[in-house]
């Protein structure tokens, strides 16, 4: 009998075929470990169902020139419809004024609700460009208008003074800014 | 004391990047150390380490106030005092008056140097009309 022979009887066509399948069985089990983790639990929120949630977003918004100029960035974001509002999770956003004078925001929570952003929980606003930066309990922004504000009290520092105060206001395309209520500054001196 | 920091108290405080300008207003009380001044609105100028290199009171009458922990104590009003805080000097201006212990100094500018305690007065001032200078000086007890 010849090695062709020998190939063609059914008991080896037979064993190639378990091969083939055993082989096709390893290649899927390596597939599907290799998905990406299960999505988390679809979140139940005291605003209502959600219609739809992201996961590791990024949201960017482009100017009339269509250059980016916002961007929002959240491990999680979920859209409720009845109010239209994103919630966010430890959202952190960038801004770039007119003048390219780079802002940014974060907070443990974000709330996005017609070009209004409210952070809570250590909420920080940072000027780089301006050397300062804000933090606050609760910060709002209007991301239209520049203008961001807290009605609870907040700490300003620009190194090395810093003042604390109960409100704030800052007008970002103005670089202006007003703390007040108890306002308590701290300034080293100039030495000679 | 000159390195002691400024701490102030107001109502509000504005700040202008673009213009480089800090503002305080409303009863705002400022204290570095034994050194005391207080006004309706307090401008703060900076110099590039952010420090504090001068400090402009103004006011129906701005107040000024030292007490020496070895020494006369200070007392100073005017309708404007800017406070130098590198060379610890104080320009008392329009309405200027000076206590020191008992002597006293008036005129439309009233210079103190605080560590030399040096006075000057002058009957001009900008901005000012002209004011006599005035002064009483207490001789010492034998």
Do not use: C, K
């Not at chain 1, 933090?135 to 300003?156: C, I, K, M, Y």
């Amino acid at each position: 009998m010849t090695t062709a022979e020998r190939l063609a009887t059914p008991l080896v066509r037979r064993l190639a075929l378990l091969l083939l399948l055993l082989a096709l069985g390893g290649v899927l089990v390596l597939l599907t470990d290799r998905q990406p983790t299960p999505p988390g639990p679809v979140p139940q929120d005291e605003a209502g169902e959600p219609d739809y949630y992201l996961e590791q977003a990024e949201l960017v918004r482009y100017d009339a020139e269509g250059l980016a100029h916002q961007r929002l960035n959240s491990p999680r974001l979920v859209h409720t419809p009845h109010d239209d509002v994103l919630r966010a999770e430890t959202p952190r956003a960038e801004l770039l004024d007119n003048a390219g004078r780079r802002w940014t925001v974060r907070g443990e929570r974000g709330t996005l609700a017609d070009q209004r952003l409210t952070l809570s929980g250590d909420a920080r606003l940072n000027a780089p460009d301006a050397g300062w930066r804000l933090d606050t309990q609760e910060l709002h922004l209007n991301t239209r208008t520049g203008h961001a504000w807290s009605d609870v009290p907040a700490r300003f520092e620009a190194p090395p003074q810093h003042v604390e105060a109960e409100r704030f206001e800052a007008w970002l395309e103005d670089e202006r800014l007003h703390l007040e209520g108890r306002v308590h500054g701290h300034h080293p001196p100039a030495r000679q | 004391q000159q390195s002691e920091p400024i701490e102030v108290e107001a109502d509000r405080l504005e700040l202008d990047d673009r213009a480089g300008t800090a503002v305080y207003s409303g009863a705002v009380e400022i204290r570095q150390g034994n050194l005391q001044l207080t006004g309706a609105r307090v401008e703060i100028q900076r110099n590039d380490a952010g420090e504090v290199s001068r400090l402009t009171a103004t006011g129906e009458r701005a107040y000024l106030e030292q007490t020496p922990v070895d020494g006369e104590r200070i007392q100073g009003w005017g309708r404007t005092i800017v406070y130098h805080a590198a060379e610890r000097r104080v320009e008392l201006i329009d309405r200027a008056e000076l206590h020191r212990g008992a002597d006293t100094f008036n005129g439309a500018y009233v210079e103190y140097l605080i560590d030399r305690r040096l006075v000057e007065a002058r009957a001009d001032a900008e901005g000012t009309e002209r004011q006599r200078v005035r002064m009483t000086l207490t001789p010492e007890q034998q």
